[in-house]
T-cell receptor, first 115, second 109 residues
Framework: KAGVTQTPRYLIKTRGQQVTLSCSPISGHRSVSWYQQTPGQGLQFLFEYFSETQRNKGNFPGRFSGRQFSNSRSEMNVSTLELGDSALYLC??????????????FGPGTRLTVL | GQSLEQPSEVTAVEGAIVQINCTYQTSGFYGLSWYQQHDGGAPTFLSY????GLEETGRFSSFLSRSDSYGYLLLQELQMKDSASYFCAVPDRDDKIIFGKGTRLHILP
């Protein structure tokens, strides 16, 4: 099976702009989660989508949003970018075989730099 | 709230054994997982413990004590390629995955 893919891999934006990141999960996985990773804060949960519905949301401002399509592909959007949004954004998919959030399979991430 | 504590850095010698500890505080417990992340790479799953005791996968083992809210990852016969960051993670009662801040493992030749 192909792994989780994320596009783009690198992105440079300026403050105030908006950005959309894309994630394609492993085939058959219906759960997609997004994380922000920064050196000081580690991996922080943004949100999780399952069958096109947001199942969980982390403690991030409303500028961070996401969606999931019927083919399980997911996008996240960050509006009005701030310097502090510079981070590695990781997408992970899960099969939910155990009925709960299962092993997370991560994509390579999108490195976002906000200037 | 949920929190996980793990050391920020650990240093060990090639060929030796190293243990990375993780203590957690959660409302409800649904298992402890470990992930490895090399510089510039994505986190990859290493192991999962739902019950007390030791789980072994090759050179890596993971231990859990639910009564102590404690687990550890044991790496044996360390190799230079094991230099990476290691994260413990737990799902909370809402099924969000909470990650520790990671332990950076340095291996000396």
């Amino acid at each position: 099976k192909a792994g989780v893919t994320q596009t783009p891999r690198y992105l440079i934006k300026t403050r105030g702009q908006q950005v959309t990141l894309s994630c394609s999960p492993i085939s058959g996985h219906r759960s997609v989660s997004w994380y922000q990773q920064t050196p000081g804060q580690g991996l922080q949960f943004l949100f999780e989508y399952f069958s096109e519905t947001q199942r969980n949301k982390g403690n991030f401002p409303g500028r961070f949003s996401g969606r999931q399509f019927s083919n399980s592909r997911s996008e996240m959007n960050v509006s009005t970018l701030e310097l502090g949004d510079s981070a590695l954004y990781l997408c992970a998919s899960s099969s939910l075989d155990r009925g709960r959030t299962d092993t997370q399979y991560f994509g390579p991430g999108t490195r976002l730099t906000v200037l | 709230g949920q929190s996980l504590e793990q050391p920020s850095e650990v240093t060990a010698v090639e060929g030796a054994i190293v243990q990375i500890n993780c203590t957690y505080q959660t409302s409800g417990f649904y298992g402890l997982s470990w992930y490895q992340q090399h510089d510039g790479g994505a986190p990859t799953f290493l192991s999962y413990n739902a019950l007390d005791g030791l789980e072994e996968t090759g050179r890596f083992s993971s231990f859990l004590s639910r009564s102590d809210s404690y687990g550890y990852l044991l790496l044996q016969e360390l190799q230079m390629k094991d230099s990476a960051s290691y994260f413990c993670a737990v799902p909370d009662r809402d099924d969000k995955i909470i990650f520790g801040k990671g332990t950076r493992l340095h291996i000396l030749p």
